[in-house]
C-alpha cells in the first residue's frame, strides 16, 4: 500500500509530521536540476516505511515532533515555516544529538528511492528486475567445487 491509496484516517503520520518528513527526505535526496530523478519526497517512502519498517514508525514519529518543538523553542516558528538554512542547522544539530534517526531515516530513504522506476530509469538502469534479462554473469569453473562435493556430509541433521 502506498502513501497514496492510504486513507486519511490510516495514515501513521499528523499533517505536521508529514510537512517535516517530506522536507528531510528533500534533504536527503533532492531532485536533480534538470528535473529526470525526482526528489526523496516524491518517492513514497513513507509506504515503504509502513510496509517493509513498520516497528521504526513510533521513533519517526517521536523524532519528527521533536524537530518540530525544537523549531518552535529556538525559532518560534514550526521547522516547515523556517528557511532552509535554518532548517538545515536544526537538522545537523539533530545529527549530533540523535545520530540514529538521522542514520535510520537516511538508510530507509536509498533503500526506497533506488527502488523506484522513476530512479531506475533515470539512473540509466532500467525500471526491471536485473535478470533474466541483461547483466551478463560470467559461468564459473564449476569443476573447483569438486573436492567439497568429494569431503561429503560435515553436518549434522537437526
Do not use: W
Not at 534533504?27 to 519526497?41: C, F, H, K, T, W
Not at 517512502?45 to 519517526?60: K, M
Not at 524537530?67 to 545529527?95: C, K, M, N
Request: negative net charge; hydrophobic residues 40%; contains cysteine.
Amino acid at each position: 500500500m502506498t502513501q497514496r491509496h492510504i486513507i486519511g484516517t490510516d495514515n501513521p503520520l499528523t499533517a505536521g509530521q508529514r510537512r517535516v518528513l517530506a522536507i528531510m527526505l528533500d534533504l536527503i535526496v533532492p531532485a536533480s536540476d534538470d528535473g529526470r530523478r525526482p526528489s526523496a519526497a516524491d518517492v513514497d517512502v513513507l509506504g515503504y516505511i509502513r510496509e517493509v519498517e513498520g516497528h521504526t514508525l513510533d521513533a519517526l514519529r517521536a523524532d519528527l515532533d521533536r524537530l518540530d518543538a525544537e523549531a518552535r523553542q529556538t525559532h518560534g516558528e514550526a521547522f516547515a515555516s523556517l528557511d532552509p538554512a535554518t532548517r538545515q542547522g536544526l537538522v545537523d544539530a539533530l545529527r549530533e544529538m540523535e545520530p540514529h534517526f538521522m542514520r535510520t531515516l537516511a538508510l530507509q530513504t536509498v533503500t526506497c528511492y533506488y527502488q523506484d522506476d522513476r530512479v531506475l530509469e533515470a539512473i540509466g538502469v532500467g525500471a526491471r528486475p536485473p535478470f533474466p534479462k541483461g547483466y551478463e554473469v560470467p559461468s564459473g569453473d564449476l569443476s573447483l567445487l569438486e573436492p567439497v562435493r568429494q569431503r561429503g556430509k560435515v553436518y549434522r541433521d537437526a
